[in-house]
C-alpha cells in the first residue's frame, strides 16, 4: 500500500498562485508515476497533470502554460505549481500514484485538497 497525503490548497483570488505538495509514504517503489486529477462541483474526476520518475510530464490542455508539475524522487513527493489561476481551476485536487503513467488513474489515491479561486 502507498499513503499519499496532499497538502496546500486553499482559497485564493483568480490570478494568485498556488503550490500542492503529494507526499508519499509505504510502498514508494510502485510510485514511479505520480499526478494530480481534480474534480468540479457537480462534475466528475479530470486529469490534470502527472510526471514519471524519468521526467516525462504530461497536461491537460486547459492548464498548459499556467501549472508546473515536478517531483523530489528522493522524498518521494510531487508538487503542483498553479499560476494564473483561474475560478473554472476551483475544485478538490487529488494525488494518484502508480507504477506507469498510463495506470495512474486505478493506483493509489489520496484524501484530497480543496482549491478555491474566486473571481
Known amino acids: 500500500q502507498v499513503q499519499l497525503v496532499e497538502s496546500g490548497g486553499g482559497l485564493v483570488q483568480a490570478g494568485d498562485s498556488l503550490r500542492l505538495s503529494c507526499a508519499a509514504s509505504?510502498?514508494?517503489?510502485?510510485?514511479?508515476?505520480m499526478g494530480w486529477f481534480r474534480q468540479a462541483p457537480g462534475k466528475g474526476r479530470q486529469f490534470v497533470a502527472a510526471m514519471d520518475r524519468s521526467g516525462n510530464r504530461a497536461y491537460v490542455n486547459s492548464v498548459k502554460g499556467r501549472f508546473t508539475i515536478s517531483r523530489d524522487n528522493a522524498k518521494n513527493t510531487v508538487y503542483l505549481q498553479m499560476n494564473s489561476l483561474k475560478p473554472e481551476d476551483t475544485g478538490v485536487y487529488y494525488c494518484a500514484a502508480s507504477g506507469t503513467l498510463s495506470t495512474l488513474e486505478s493506483g493509489s489515491w489520496g484524501q484530497g485538497t480543496q482549491v478555491t479561486v474566486s473571481s
Open positions: 509505504g510502498r514508494t517503489f510502485s510510485t514511479d508515476a
